[in-house]
């Protein structure tokens, strides 16, 4: 069953094997790892989220966008084993 997001929402990267397969640019580049916490946006003119269970996702502060990735890799609840991040 695919998982659903919303637009503006905030979740945590957590990849499934075809995540983990194809890279999102995020991971590529090094900005991305398992655990962060990353927030669904929609590009102008591209398909918008849950689409094809598919979603575009950047930082939270909006400024770095860091890759397409399935809707089934992000989470609300931090990984298990993961330490949960510092608001601050």
Do not use: W
Request: hydrophobic share 35%; proline share 8%; glycine share 8%.
């Amino acid at each position: 069953m695919r998982n659903k997001v919303r637009v503006g929402a905030r979740y945590y990267y957590n990849p499934v094997p075809f995540d983990q397969i194809n890279q999102p640019y995020g991971v590529q580049n090094g900005t991305l790892k398992v655990g962060d916490r990353v927030k669904v946006t929609n590009l102008h003119s591209a398909p918008k989220a849950n689409v094809m269970g598919m979603c575009y996702i950047q930082t939270l502060d909006g400024k770095k966008f860091l890759g397409q990735v399935m809707t089934n890799s992000l989470q609300r609840e931090p990984v298990a084993n993961e330490p949960i991040p510092a608001v601050a």
